[in-house]
Antibody
Framework: QVQLQESGPGLVKPSETLSLTCTVS????????WTWVRQPPGKGLEWIGY???????KYNPSLRSRVTISLDTSKNQFSLKLSSVTAADTAVYYC?????????????WGQGTLVTVSS | DIVMTQTPLSSPVTLGQPASISCRSS???????????LSWLQQRPGQPPRPLIY???NRFSGVPDRFSGGGAGTDFTLKISRVEAEDVGVYYC?????????FGQGTKVEIK
């Protein structure tokens, strides 16, 4: 059974960089799109971007200038960095696995981690 | 960006009765490869999203057959044939036909 687990600071100061890591267990990194999605408190879901197992990335244009997603295959981890954060970036951040090919869907999600931006 | 609009935003349902959620996209979700990458997710209170259906009507393993998806082009529907207590939560449609991937605003299913 594939499992994903987010980790990182729960509190980030305005203008600083939010950094989260997702650890994948029970399956291979290879052949999938490793994705970040966020959900502000009480609101809907927003796709942040993904990194494919080859290392190629795709970001939401609304966040592209501030987002970097990277992959560490040796540790079965992928990471999110979001720079210059403001209160609007306060959200539960989920990592998820996305299946490409003929499927093209999310199949596994982490439990999510709440990140609050506040001084 | 493709805007996904769900109706209703809230759906109070009696146990054992059907529920239906509509999802309309601002552009056709038919990909150039001929597939339509429209999925449905369920989010129970305090839980992460759970995949229910992909490519309009395909149920994921373990999803009860009381859930069904349908539609085409820009209009899609998720139906629950007989609502059970465990179905309470927020349901999202999502498209992966075009970047950026987008989600509907969510429909809250609750028991009357």
């Amino acid at each position: 059974q594939v499992q994903l687990q987010e980790s990182g600071p729960g509190l980030v100061k305005p203008s600083e960089t939010l950094s989260l890591t997702c650890t994948v267990s029970g399956g291979s990194i290879s052949g999938y799109y490793w994705t970040w999605v966020r959900q502000p408190p009480g609101k809907g879901l927003e796709w942040i971007g993904y990194i494919y197992s080859s290392g190629s990335t795709k970001y939401n244009p609304s966040l592209r200038s501030r987002v970097t997603i990277s992959l560490d295959t040796s540790k079965n981890q992928f990471s999110l960095k979001l720079s210059s954060v403001t209160a609007a970036d306060t959200a539960v951040y989920y990592c998820a696995r996305f299946v490409g090919g003929s499927g093209w869907f999310f199949d596994y999600w982490g439990q999510g981690t709440l990140v609050t931006v506040s001084s | 960006d493709i805007v996904m609009t769900q109706t209703p935003l809230s759906s109070p349902v009696t146990l054992g009765q059907p529920a239906s959620i509509s999802c309309r996209s601002s552009q056709s979700l038919v990909h150039s490869d001929g597939n339509t990458y429209l999925s449905w997710l369920q989010q129970r209170p305090g839980q992460p999203p759970r995949p229910l259906i992909y490519k309009i009507s395909n149920r994921f393993s373990g999803v009860p057959d009381r859930f069904s998806g349908g539609g085409a082009g820009t209009d899609f529907t998720l139906k629950i044939s007989r609502v059970e207590a465990e179905d309470v939560g927020v349901y999202y449609c999502t498209q992966a036909t075009q970047y950026p991937w987008t989600f509907g605003q969510g429909t809250k299913v609750e028991i009357k």
